[in-house]
T-cell receptor
Framework: DTAVSQTPKYLVTQMGNDKSIKCEQN?????MYWYKQDSKKFLKIMFS???????INETVPNRFSPKSPDKAHLNLHINSLELGDSAVYFC???????????FGQGTRLTVV | GNSVTQMEGPVTLSEEAFLTINCTYT??????LFWYVQYPGEGLQLLLK?????DKGSNKGFEATYRKETTSFHLEKGSVQVSDSAVYFC????????????FGTGTSLTVIP
């Protein structure tokens, strides 16, 4: 069973559309993250949630909004998509008391 | 602030060659250090970690030692295989900054038979 599951794996959409990426972890972890990986493979934190509460919100456009309906889910909604939003988005989770994070398979978003 | 610097790639090695990928960091407090690996088309997998100075992380023949005096966490493997071809990321995490992860730019490794 995949521990951190993201859907969809690939997403191709037109500029101006609104889309969502879902993330679920079945590990019972308290902390979840969203990271963006650009075309040069650079990874940058976007958001972090701990027990459904937002604890890190880096400088990302407010078109990006995370939503955590429960501790096992952290979904990413993106409004008014732009070409520059094309990237691979990774969800991750971290157990309480541990230092390492576990990553999902990534969602490759292509805006055309 | 926190940051990670790792050697630029790409790196191309012959099978059974010795691998070193350099990584240095800047951090406040006492971070934990990690190496993650990303195989083509896949997500990041934890390769190894070290949580305090002088700790050595090891896994699948890879090793890295947390050197506080040189702020380094270099990745080494004595004999690489074709299956080790991937992108390797050095990272740190610190409770001072909400346990978010700071990644290096990644080093692409290709091992040729």
């Amino acid at each position: 069973d995949t521990a951190v599951s993201q859907t969809p794996k690939y997403l191709v959409t037109q500029m101006g559309n609104d889309k969502s990426i879902k993330c679920e972890q079945n590990l019972g972890h308290d902390t979840m993250y969203w990271y963006k990986q650009d075309s040069k493979k650079f990874l940058k934190i976007m958001f972090s949630y701990n027990n459904k509460e937002l604890i890190i919100n880096e400088t990302v456009p407010n078109r990006f909004s995370p939503k955590s309906p429960d501790k096992a889910h952290l979904n990413l909604h993106i409004n008014s998509l732009e070409l520059g939003d094309s990237a691979v988005y990774f969800c991750a989770s971290r157990p309480r008391g541990r230092t390492e994070a576990f990553f999902g398979q990534g969602t490759r978003l292509t805006v055309v | 602030g926190n940051s990670v610097t790792q050697m630029e790639g790409p790196v191309t090695l012959s099978e059974e060659a010795f691998l070193t990928i350099n990584c240095t960091y800047t951090a406040t407090g006492y971070p934990s250090l990690f190496w993650y690996v990303q195989y083509p088309g896949e997500g990041l997998q934890l390769l190894l970690k070290a949580t305090k100075a002088d700790d050595k992380g090891s896994n699948k023949g890879f090793e890295a030692t947390y050197r506080k005096e040189t702020t380094s966490f270099h990745l080494e493997k004595g004999s690489v295989q074709v299956s080790d071809s991937a992108v390797y990321f050095c990272a740190l995490s610190s409770s001072n900054t909400g346990n978010q992860f700071y990644f290096g730019t990644g080093t692409s490794l290709t091992v040729i038979p």
